[in-house]
């Protein structure tokens, strides 16, 4: 591995600190009683307050930069939380070493300081680099420019950084010429989360997403489980599956593209309500919407049906909103958008008359085929009615609801594992939440006749032989399971990568993932 200079001068610097006798990686526990954040938002001159003039502390984090000033400096030291000022005096500082090692006093410029001013002179200035770790102890005061601060007493050295972080430049509070190539930042997601403000947040902000929806789960009774995500059939939802092979089996296996047959097996099973929120991989496109694996959250819950869930769905929502936030309001680009219940629920056939003028419900598979070319659907041919239909929606109504809208009561062939509608023949009482232009939830009033759902499946299959890739197949241990008995049901599908694009207020799917799929690097 060829190494640039400054890597060169890195490991001089490590080795340099080992001749000294600093174990530049040790091994013992680093007791921190502070972090930056919370010593600043608690500190007070006098009075109550968690943090106070001498209190002392014991800090942690990365050496982020640095100011030497003769026999004192400054630094910031960026921890977990965020970033503090550590002012530095030689008279002050004691020595990094290990207790039972013994220095090495071979720096003749140094042969008359003592322990600690040589720890200063040679170590802190000379080889102590940006994105070193080190260990703060000391006190904590008020500069006199006012900036909260911490006295350093004592230094440790935690991790030597072999490798220069890139420098963010910053005019009037502003970033510039800094580390902001897409793709660098999403295959050295660690580099980003250092030197990029708010990327952290981001990722802070979709644990809030995931937590609140447990809390909320949780609360109503529901059991949480897990399903497997090697499956020898690919059900629960019309992708092209990723296919692997099972060695020890000698079969073909898929990785899952849903969660929803296993669940729907735990209803079966007696459960009132399951959730299980996990990766499912979908071998499709990636855009800036699309990732080939994502995170989604299923739940499926006895003796409910659609409406029931829109309801729940909504607030489920609203609330999410106010724990990312603290409000229902979120900035997404140019529109700010509403997560306070309730929504508006649109008809499909309905959208698309109002936006098209056509009024699709009494056409037949031929007279629709002819209105998806005029507006741009290819491969007609391989399509059936609910495909059409779903392709025109997609072309020219998906995109213009903003507000969450509930696109409800969609054509029977669009919905093999929903319950028919009713009260509208051919029409099943499934909804598609949508939100800022795009698909955030898929729910249904689950079918539970096992007659019609075998029925539904070989219609399916008829779509196969038609060239669509995207049909499911018979899951027979399913059937199985319903001819058992399930009990009136309704589900839920949220893509939780949209979720977290939509409450963060991030442009890409790639923004809200910590590693998403990219090229081989070359």
């Known amino acids: 591995m060829e190494l640039s200079e400054q890597e060169q001068v890195r490991r001089q610097s490590l080795q340099t600190m080992r001749d000294m006798g600093i174990n530049p990686y040790p091994a013992n526990e680093y007791v921190v009683t502070g972090h930056s954040t919370d010593i600043k938002a608690g500190f007070v001159d006098e009075g109550d307050g968690v943090w106070h003039t001498g209190d002392k502390v014991s800090i942690a984090g990365r050496l982020m930069s640095k100011r030497i000033m003769g026999k004192a400096s400054f630094i910031e030291l960026q921890d977990s939380k965020g970033r503090i000022q550590v002012y530095v005096s030689r008279d002050d500082i004691q020595a990094p070493v290990d207790d039972n090692d ?67 430049k910053y005019k009037d509070g502003v970033a510039y010429d800094g580390f902001n190539d897409p793709e660098q930042r999403y295959r050295q997601r660690y580099v980003d989360l250092v030197v990029n403000d708010g990327v952290k947040d981001t990722f802070l902000k979709r644990a809030t997403i995931l937590r609140t929806m447990r809390q ?5 009774g529901y059991t949480e489980v897990e399903t497997p995500i090697l499956q020898q059939i690919a059900g629960g939802a019309s992708a092209r599956p990723f296919i692997t092979h099972h060695n020890t089996l000698d079969v073909d296996m898929y990785l899952r593209i849903a969660t929803e047959l296993y669940l729907k ?19 499709e496109g990636m855009d800036r919407s699309h990732n080939p694996e994502f995170t989604c959250m299923e739940l499926y819950v006895q003796y409910k049906d659609y ?18 936030n603290g409000t229902t ?68 109504c998906e995109g213009t609801f903003i507000q969450p809208t509930f696109i409800t009561d969609y054509p029977v062939e669009m919905s093999p594992l929903t319950k028919m509608h009713r009260s509208k023949p051919g029409l099943t009482e499934r909804f598609e939440l949508m939100v800022n ?37 018979i899951d027979h241990d399913f059937m199985r399971a319903l001819e058992y008995g399930m009990p009136p049901t309704s589900g839920i599908g949220i893509g939780i990568d949209r979720l977290a694009i939509l409450m963060t207020g991030q442009p890409t799917i790639q923004e809200v993932l910590l590693f998403p799929t990219m090229k081989p690097e070359v």
């Open 216 to 220: 909320v789960f949780d609360e109503a």
């Open 437 to 473: 232009g795009k698909e955030l939830a898929n729910a249904y009033s689950e079918l539970n006749d096992p007659i019609d759902q075998y029925n539904r499946f070989v219609d399916q299959m008829n779509l196969a032989k038609k060239g669509d890739d995207e049909a499911m197949v």
């Open 102 to 168: 013994n220095h090495n006093d071979n720096h003749n410029d140094n042969h008359n300081l003592s322990v600690e001013q040589q720890m200063y002179n040679v170590v802190f200035k000379k080889l102590l680099d940006i994105g070193d770790f080190i260990g703060i102890e000391g006190f904590v005061f008020r500069t006199q420019m006012g900036e909260i601060s911490v006295h350093a007493q004592k230094l440790t050295v935690l991790s030597k950084s072999l490798r220069p972080l890139p420098i963010v």
């Open 307 to 324: 409406n029931w869930m829109m309801s729940f769905t909504e607030q489920l929502l609203e609330r999410i909103a106010i724990a990312v």
């Open 329 to 396: 309001k979120v900035q997404i680009g140019d529109h700010e958008v509403d997560f306070k219940a309730p929504y508006r629920r649109l008809p499909i056939l309905e959208a698309i008359q109002e936006k098209t003028g056509y009024d699709l419900s009494k056409m037949t598979e031929e007279e629709i085929r002819p209105i998806a070319k005029k507006f741009g659907v290819e491969d007609t041919e391989k399509m059936g009615k609910g495909k059409l239909i779903d392709e025109i929606f997609g072309e020219t």
């Open 265 to 283: 097996r735990l209803i079966v099973g007696g459960f009132e309500g399951v959730y299980e929120i996990g990766r499912n991989f979908r071998n």
